[in-house]
């Protein structure tokens, strides 16, 4: 158990810098433009990577206790190709067959050169074992990837080109086996995309957000309302928000957070009508937000010189508990205004749709003052409510105030107000190696949650080079009961006749839709879109009561029993 992070401010100096930033918030200063400089610019040509020498090595898996890293920038043979750097990864996990992951991130095929491309790699059995590593779009730049799964396991890939700034859109409709040409979605600099998967009539949009350096002035947000194959044109977010994420609550509302100029303050914007097709999205809520500490990026120094310590990150409750379902949580690595640590990871929640929030809970429980650095705050909420979060963490480091780091852990079961005790999940890594000519890690990690565990994708080096690793935090749980594979096999509830450690249910689909039978909610009749009105259970497909009838009411069904 963690308690609330202690109040009040440093000294003077402090107190200043608030009073300035108030003011900041009121509108009554502003930065100058030189401090609205972008922060991901192409620099060096790209290195042909076919032109390259290319040693392979061992991609070694690293474990701590039940924790086993694997490398995912690898290539056909599973091997890791030096010279290489890789950083800033997202992932994200198919709602139909959770064997299948995507995983992206900033590939520089030579440490010589900082220009990136997007890369991408895929797993089809859950992380155990990783595809060939590839780009999308070779020599063309691409950074700050995203990735989002749809309702109907489509693939969103979102990546940053510049000079000048705008995003496109790279969709999968295949499980992976293939991606489309791009879309352009306007776009900017530190862009975060979510997609509805809700079962309202927004199902299946996407949201996007993204910061000051970007296609179109002071118009931040962009939406899809096709699936991904357009983009509608952008429109303001009136605090804008940026360097922080967009996320869908249980109601289809559109959530975005992020930190302002001066990077001490935070707001969080709600949408309710972005996801009405017919409708001009506009944002009817911003809140204040206090972290009890303010962002910091391009320090000169720290364990991530060159770029932000961390990104801020905002999710909602999507469980059926009757109190908590529909609160909103983020959380951000901050400097914190008390004390002396560098950094910690600041949690804040509001239990009332975003008209109030808590005051900050320090996540990580290392002891107060001891110099250590918690950099790359991550988090993601399980279906159950259950709230993760990982982070990077020198306590370890001798001293503590270096920048040795391990990756962290920690969870929420009651909405926030206590936390579990730290778990080290990594083994130590010097951030400062492998550096390709800029000096960062990347800006940000990711993490998907389900009620078992999380897949986390994170950044490190391990070898002495920056390499891209997926760790799986608990058993998997591919039919989505809550209790784990390996549990549910020894138990009899499922078979593995193959011996792969797979629930047999969680590999076959035998109406072919290419949702796996322990994930479809209409097991013989095809319907990849997973559709469910009345949220029953039962696909419309074949739900008898796809109208809202139930049996006893007056009426009459929808459909016949198939």
């Not at 202690?6 to 200063?29: D, I, Q, Y």
């Not at 809520?285 to 500490?293: A, E, W, Y």
């Not at 469910?532 to 069904?557: K, L």
Request: aromatic share 10%.
């Amino acid at each position: 158990m963690n308690p609330p992070f202690p109040g009040g401010f440093r000294a003077c100096a402090e107190a200043s810098r608030v009073a300035a930033l108030a003011l900041l918030w009121l509108g009554a200063t502003a930065l100058p433009a030189a401090d609205r400089r972008p922060h991901e610019q192409p620099g060096d040509p790209p290195a042909e990577a076919a032109a390259l020498p290319r040693d392979r090595g061992p991609a070694a898996a690293f474990v701590v206790g039940e924790f086993e890293s694997v490398q995912v920038n690898v290539d056909a043979d599973g091997l890791n190709v030096t010279g290489d750097a890789a950083n800033e990864p997202t992932l994200a996990v198919s709602p139909l067959d959770r064997r299948r992951i995507a995983v992206g991130w900033r590939q520089f095929d030579s440490i010589a050169s900082n220009f990136r491309e997007a890369g991408l790699n895929v797993s089809l059995d859950g992380g155990h074992t990783w595809e060939a590593m590839t780009t999308l779009g070779d020599g063309v730049f691409g950074s700050d990837p995203v990735l989002a799964a749809a309702h109907d396991g489509t693939f969103h890939y979102t990546t940053l080109h510049a000079d000048p700034y705008w995003t496109e859109v790279y969709r999968s409709l295949d499980d992976l086996a293939s991606w489309e040409a791009p879309v352009y979605a306007f776009g900017g600099d530190k862009e975060w995309t979510a997609v509805d998967r809700t079962q309202g009539q927004g199902r299946g949009h996407l949201y996007q957000a993204w910061d000051y350096a970007g296609c179109c002035g002071d118009d931040w947000f962009a939406r899809s309302i096709d699936g991904g194959a357009s983009f509608q044109s952008p429109l303001p977010i009136a605090t804008q928000p940026f360097w922080g994420t967009t996320t869908v609550g249980p109601a289809g509302e559109v959530w975005v957070a992020g930190t302002h100029f001066g990077y001490n303050t935070f707001s969080a914007a709600r949408s309710t009508n972005a996801q009405d097709p017919s409708a001009t999205p506009s944002f009817d809520l911003t809140s204040g937000l206090n972290l009890g500490g303010a962002l910091v990026f391009n320090a000169g120094s720290g364990p991530n010189p060159g770029g932000l310590l961390g990104q801020v990150w905002i999710d909602i409750d999507r469980s059926a508990h009757p109190q908590r379902r529909g609160w909103i949580y983020v959380l951000a690595t901050v400097d914190p205004f008390a004390g002396s640590d560098p950094h910690d990871v600041h949690f804040i929640r509001s239990t009332d749709g975003g008209l109030t929030w808590s005051a900050p809970v320090r996540v990580n429980d290392d002891t107060v003052g001891n110099g250590a650095w918690q950099w790359f705050g991550t988090m993601s909420v399980a279906p159950d409510g259950r709230i993760d979060a990982v982070w990077n963490d020198t306590r370890n480091a001798q001293p503590p105030s270096g920048y040795q780091s391990q990756l962290f852990y920690s969870y929420s079961e009651d909405g926030g107000s206590t936390w579990s005790p730290n778990v080290a999940l990594s083994p130590p890594f010097d951030p400062h190696l492998g550096w390709p000519n800029q000096n960062k890690l990347g800006d940000y990690y990711g993490m998907v949650s389900d009620r078992v565990g999380a897949d986390v994708i994170y950044a490190a080096t391990f070898g002495g080079e920056q390499n891209v690793f997926y760790l799986r935090i608990g058993d998997r749980d591919c039919n989505d009961n809550g209790v784990g594979d390996a549990t549910d096999i020894a138990t009899g509830f499922d078979t593995d006749l193959d011996g792969s450690g797979i629930p047999d249910r969680c590999e076959a689909d035998q109406d072919g839709d290419g949702a796996v039978d322990a994930l479809d909610n209409c097991v013989a009749i095809p319907n990849r879109n997973q559709n469910d009105a009345d949220e029953n259970g039962a696909g419309d497909a074949c739900d008898v009561f796809s109208d809202g009838f139930e049996t006893g009411d007056s009426g009459r069904w929808s459909q016949s029993v198939p």
